[in-house]
């Protein structure tokens, strides 16, 4: 009993911070009611009161997920057998069941991540989980002697389980797509409005880590390209109805910046580059605003590579040249005629006269850098005419106050403007030289149409707050390399920690079909020729890894019981009779309460489980 309780406590543990209270109370007392009767006797629940908690477990799990089918209402449900299932170790058969249900709970901690140290988790419980296997069925060893085949059964696995990792045939879709918990955060939405990303600016999650191949190039800014804003309401941002798809040509003279994304779920199709992407990762298209789109929503963790041209200018400027042949000139965004007139008068007064867009430009940024505005993280909240709000009342603001209000003002002078959502910045790991980008360096930052030199990035926030394209939100140098012997040992040790677990991702997560398919090739294994020599390679290895077990396991346990001199343990007795619950000599049998001890046939449960 024990044994079994224990390793289902290990298994849970990862999914505590993320189940409901209710369901770990449930859990915590059951268990303990089940511990606390090995010593008092208490009777074991009948099968009327497990059926009523069964339905109150039930109940409960509705009440909390409703009709919510995911990973949490999934991972609530295997708590609550966990919780009950003990309830039923009366019998050889349930505590197998038992076993057989943790060893799923400890599959579905990888629902939540996939990191390092979730893998690591994960070994320590299977280990725990496996002594309580082994002890179930040999109840007459010592706790060392259990541990020791435990070491040994999973020293025979790995091996195969590498092999089967390398060389099993994976889908590109997978079998089911089940959607990780807390998918839904990201430092940007599908809708800009006054306040969406400043409210990011308390949040320090991880969204992405950019692994540079070469040394990270000095440009003006690590500007992380996401979405761009194409159309306004009055209020709100929007992105384009349904955006265009382009394949893109890269000069021959220029060379693009490429790296390793470690991008974390968010449910959206959009993927970030350093601006601006030259080249779509697979699975992914190009639009015609230089923003990868991929082809379904990001519910896990991706790896994926990226080539982008930071000082690529005007690529979609007309005229001749790679790309340019694809695009008019745009429009300028159709604003509302009864939505911001203060601010689209203040334009209209400030540009008279100027008859060059760039002298406009100008004219307008001069504006906010010499009337007082100030950069703040707590902006107050806008009405129905928030741009008049910003530019003539309260002149306080955060990024997204400042891009709207300038890509406004443009397109009431018959500019063209769009705002531009991504992030801005980055920390750098100086033990990995990668760049960690979170959620609070959410950025938005202004596109403008030229003539002769095409769509141009203006940062209007960095007028007021020029220290913004330099420093991060959270007060962090952006992609400064720092002398380690100057960094906090607590601080060095996160750095390493993240660095090995980056390392660790990169391979595991982007492990895809793709780069298996590759990987198989250079090894004489190709695919697309058919996957018979894969299915010989993977046959003889199991067949390998069980002659290893069918030898090696009665051969550890019959050294045990010799030594102990008490015979081979029966459930695995060699002699044609290999399963357990049949002894040499007797009639065939299935687990039943008649292969039990005495006492287990007595109703106690406890009896050769601790």
């Not at 609530?76 to 709970?105: N, S």
């Not at 021959?252 to 601006?276: G, I």
């Not at 309260?394 to 209000?405: I, K, L, N, P, S």
């Amino acid at each position: 009993m024990i044994p079994v309780i224990l390793a289902l406590a290990v298994a849970m543990a990862p999914h505590i911070p993320d189940l409901p209270l209710w369901i770990i109370v449930w859990c915590m007392l059951m268990w303990l009611y089940m511990l606390v009767r090995l010593d008092t006797g208490w009777p074991v629940p009948g099968p009327i009161l497990r059926h009523v908690l069964v339905f109150a477990g039930i109940a409960g799990l509705l009440a909390t997920f409703r009709v919510q089918i995911g990973a949490d209402a999934f991972v609530g449900l295997m708590a609550v057998m966990a919780g009950i299932k003990p309830f039923e170790m009366t019998t050889h058969r349930h505590r197998m069941i038992t076993v057989l249900l943790t060893y799923f709970i400890i599959i579905t901690s990888l629902f939540r991540s996939e990191s390092l140290w979730i893998m690591l988790y994960v070994f320590i419980s299977v280990f725990v989980t496996t002594v309580a296997l082994v002890r179930i069925n040999h109840p007459q060893g010592t706790l060392r002697s259990c541990i020791s085949l435990t070491g040994r059964i999973m020293a025979l696995a790995i091996p195969l389980m590498v092999a089967l990792f390398l060389l099993f045939p994976r889908l590109q879709q997978g079998l089911f797509v089940m959607e990780a918990p807390e998918t839904g955060r990201s430092g940007f939405s599908e809708i800009l409005s006054p306040g969406s990303i400043s409210r990011m600016t308390q949040d320090p999650s991880v969204a992405f880590r950019a692994d540079f191949d070469v040394p990270l190039p000095r440009i003006g800014g690590l500007y992380w390209r996401g979405i761009v804003f194409e159309r306004f309401n009055g209020t709100q941002w929007l992105p384009a109805d349904r955006p265009g798809f382009i394949d893109p040509e890269l000069p021959n003279s220029s060379v693009p910046v490429t790296a390793t994304m470690v991008l974390e779920p968010h449910a959206s199709r959009r993927l970030f580059a350093l601006d601006r992407p030259v080249d779509p990762p697979p699975g992914s298209r190009l639009t015609s605003a230089f923003t990868l789109l991929r082809f379904r929503p990001v519910t896990r963790k991706l790896v994926y590579r990226t080539a982008s041209n930071p000082d690529l200018p005007g690529i979609d400027r007309p005229g001749k040249g790679p790309g340019r042949d694809q695009f008019p000139p745009p429009a300028p965004v159709s604003l509302p005629s009864d939505r911001n007139p203060d601010t689209r008068a203040l334009a209209i007064s400030l540009a008279q006269d100027l008859p060059n867009p760039r002298e406009k430009l100008e004219r307008i940024l001069a504006f906010f850098r010499e009337q007082g505005f100030t950069y703040t993280l707590t902006p107050p909240r806008g009405g129905r005419h928030p741009v008049d709000e910003f530019m003539l009342k309260t002149r306080q603001g955060y990024c997204e106050h400042y891009a709207g209000a300038l890509a406004f003002m443009m397109n009431a002078l018959k500019v063209p403007a769009r705002v531009v959502g991504g992030y801005l910045g980055g920390e750098l790991n100086p033990y990995g030289n990668y760049i960690t980008v979170r959620q609070s360096f959410a950025h938005a930052w202004v596109e403008v149409f030229l003539p002769n030199s095409g769509w141009i990035r203006v940062d209007p926030t960095l007028v007021v707050a020029p220290r913004r394209l330099e420093q991060n939100p959270d007060g962090s140098s952006s992609y400064t390399a720092t002398d380690p012997g100057t960094i906090p040992v607590l601080k060095k040790l996160s750095f390493l920690l993240d660095a090995a677990n980056l390392k660790w991702e990169a391979w595991f997560t982007g492990y895809s079909f793709a780069t298996q398919k590759a990987w198989l090739g250079r090894l004489g294994l190709d695919t697309t020729r058919g996957t018979w020599r894969i299915s010989l390679v993977l046959a003889g290895l199991t067949l390998l890894v069980a002659a290893l077990f069918s030898d090696f396991i009665p051969a550890c346990f019959e050294n045990n019981q010799t030594s102990r001199g008490r015979g081979v343990c029966p459930f695995l007795q060699t002699n044609g009779n290999s399963r357990p619950g049949k002894i040499p000599g007797s009639r065939s049998r299935e687990f039943s309460e008649e292969d039990q001890t005495p006492a287990a046939r007595s109703g106690d449960g406890s009896t050769g489980n601790h």
